[in-house]
């Protein structure tokens, strides 16, 4: 089973960024972590603080992959161009966000993505990403 996580803009700052919303993990920490728990699992991660760059990905992996894991970050809130990506492609793409945006500014609750998406996990920290990987295991 191939399956993708594609971080948008500022993820690449995780336990550097805001620890109290996002904690003090590291992506590269948290992703060797997770590769070791799933083996059965061909499991890559794409960051990028381009949108065009997060669609050009959405469209190389959306016709083969098994499954994607988007948190599209700010352009979550923002990008029907990455909305539109989503829609676009094949594979299912489970959106996922570290911490619980509807209990957070209100310009965080709206989601280009949602509409689109196989399900949404947020709120549960790193393990957000944990959980939607689960969601293409079950
Ligand atoms: C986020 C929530 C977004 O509102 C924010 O812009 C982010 C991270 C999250 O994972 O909680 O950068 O997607």
Redesign the pocket.
Known sequence: MKIIIIN????NLLGKRETQ??GDQSFEEFFLMIKQKFPQVTLSAFQSNIEGELIDKLQEVGFSYDGIIL????Y??TSVGIGDAVKAIETPVVE????N?LS?EEF?HQSYIAAHAKGII?GFGLQ?YELALQSFLA
């Open positions: 948008g803009p500022n993820l919303i996002y948190n599209a970050a700010a979550t809130h996922v966000h570290i911490s945006t957070r965080r947020q957000s």
